[in-house]
């Protein structure tokens, strides 16, 4: 297949030319679950969902099983007074009634809020508080949690009526959802109203509350179609889980968007279970963050009990993805895989594309989405030149497809006059993509040098003793900071002072001598977010401690 240049691409782009494939118009309005499901139920054989559960059941979904399904829920909904702009909740596992939940939310105009089954009940209890929540789903393995959440709103749970649990759920739901017609007019909503509720963490203070409006639907479009490459040819797998954005912008309502089949894998992630999920679906188009690949490479020697898998491209997003992942990846499934970048906030930015021919650059986060604009600014908010550092930034007013309105209760403000700002620290390559180096407080400051933990992570990851590492600046009174590392090894090395020292020199060689790290602690696992980030705050903190203690 023929693909067009990306600079060519860019000039002749229009947002019209994405909304024209909608079934409504962002004039006036348009219904969410009518654009990623009903309008590919025509034929009645047509894919939506393959799943495979846990406990090792597996299945599929037609759009049209899901649009009946989505009407019956709708029809509940309703019934209990539940409609537009209200929110509803699911805590859930990657399964159909997770999708139909999904789908019946949005059906009835309502705005569906994801919760990742890992929450406790305190963080469970804030989001449901601070949404007004009027409705939650979930099954009998995450009911205890609620238990332990005041103000809980009506209940949903996923069982039938032999199930213990039965009794103290508000609504059971398959026996309510039979019982409801599987028609439903779906409610359209406005451009900038809301579908989805997410929240945000940082590494300080509660979670920020992020709306997405119907209009993200066009800058999730261009992304599946152009970065991801989305073809209707593909078995298509995004391995993140729907409780975060990246899954469920793009595990769930991108694929579906195009009218493609997504695939839901409920057991947690091991590299058996991957490659042998890649082998039985035929999947052609994978998507999954660094931590992912990390683990499977680790694991490739099972990949000779793996002849069959096949894959056609692949995506990383989440943390910078590193070349050793990259040339291992083309290595071991002949194939390519694309580092991509984006937020909670705003989507996927920035990419590098499948579907449109560009330079590529070694870990870099790639080019702008069409109709984007990213810059990166100075101290001072002026757009920096081409080899500078400085925060990346959207240029709202010459970004048509920007969708992100503000936090939702007014938690913070990330503008600077017409920028958005990510708080993300990029160098600019002077041509439309950019080159990540590190949160801006991540960034390590040390005898004037300015160093990005990303660059000496992805260092350290091309040694064969290394499985992962986190780097972050250790308070020092000459310089300071100094680099320290964080390092997990693979078992057949000994995590000793020989091998610190063999890192630090690979370091010293393979990127500068300023940027080493001066200290290295072997460490068994590194502190993660529930969707895998890296939490360098609890590291820096944990260096400032061991100064203090002398």
């Known amino acids: 297949m023929d693909k067009t240049r990306y ?22 309005g348009l219904n969410v679950c009518e654009e990623i499901c009903d309008r590919w139920a025509d034929d009645p054989t047509r894919v939506a969902l393959r799943y495979e559960l846990a406990n090792g059941d597996r299945g599929e979904m037609t759009f049209r099983e899901l649009m009946q399904r989505s009407a019956q829920f709708a029809n509940f909904l309703t019934a209990q007074g539940i409609g537009k702009g209200d929110r509803i909740a699911a805590l859930l596992t990657r399964t159909p009634e997770l999708m139909i939940a999904v789908l019946g939310a949005l059906r009835v105009g309502a705005v569906y809020q994801p919760l990742f089954t890992a929450f406790g009940p305190g963080a469970i209890e804030y989001r449901l508080q601070k949404a007004s929540t009027r409705l939650i789903i979930t099954n009998p393995e995450q009911w205890p949690k609620l238990k332990e959440v005041n103000g809980l709103p009506t209940t949903m749970l996923v069982a039938d009526d032999t199930d213990p649990l039965a009794g103290e759920a508000d609504f059971l739901y398959y026996q309510t959802l039979d019982a409801q017609p599987d028609q439903f007019t779906p409610v359209k909503i406005g451009a900038d109203e809301p579908f989805l509720q997410m929240f945000t963490s940082g590494t300080t203070g509660k979670s920020k509350g992020v709306t997405i409006p119907a209009r993200a639907l066009a800058a999730f479009h261009v992304y599946m179609r152009y970065a991801i490459g989305l073809r209707d040819t593909d078995n298509f797998w995004n391995v993140a889980d729907p409780g975060w954005a990246y899954g469920l912008y793009y595990a769930v309502v991108g694929p579906l968007l195009l009218g493609c089949t997504t695939h839901f894998n409920e057991a947690g992630f091991t590299a058996d279970n991957t490659f042998e999920f890649l082998r039985r679906y035929k999947i052609t188009n994978l998507a999954a963050a660094p931590t992912a690949y990390r683990m499977l490479k680790a694991n490739d020697a099972l990949l000779k009990d793996y002849p069959e898998i096949d894959l056609r491209v692949a995506n990383s997003a989440g943390e910078p993805l590193n070349p050793e992942i990259v040339n291992w990846v083309q290595r071991v499934f002949d194939c390519r895989v694309c580092d991509q970048y984006g937020q909670t906030e705003t989507g996927m930015t920035s990419a590098n594309f499948h579907e449109l021919e560009h330079e590529y650059r070694e870990a870099s ?17 002026n757009e920096v030149g081409p080899g500078e550092s400085g925060e990346l930034a959207i240029d709202m007013e010459n970004s048509p497809l920007y969708f992100f309105q503000g936090y939702t209760w007014g938690e913070k403000s990330p503008y600077f006059d017409r920028y958005y700002l990510t708080g993300d620290v990029v160098i600019s390559n002077g041509d439309g993509s950019h080159s990540y180096t590190g949160r801006d407080d991540d960034i390590i400051a040390s005898a004037g040098y300015r160093i990005g933990p990303a660059d000496v992570e992805s260092t350290l990851l091309e040694h064969e003793a ?47 001598t300023h940027a080493f790290p001066r200290e290295i602690e072997f ?22 401690q061991e100064v203090a203690a002398g």
């Open 7 to 28: 600079n060519d691409f860019i000039r002749d782009f229009t947002p019209e030319s994405i909304i024209q494939n909608f079934i409504g118009d962002f004039n006036s």
């Open 365 to 381: 986060m790639g080019y702008q989405l069409p109709g984007y604009r990213l810059v990166a600014l100075d101290a001072d908010f």
């Open 466 to 512: 290394v499985v992962e590492s986190a780097v972050v600046g250790k308070p020092d009174d000459k310089r300071g900071s100094i680099v320290k590392a964080y390092v997990v090894t693979h078992p057949q090395f000994d995590a000793d002072d020989q091998l610190a020292e063999a890192l630090q020199q690979h370091v010293r060689n393979r990127l500068s």
């Open 523 to 544: 460490v068994t696992d590194l502190p993660k977010t529930s969707s895998g980030k890296i939490q360098r705050f609890l590291l820096r903190k944990q260096a400032e």
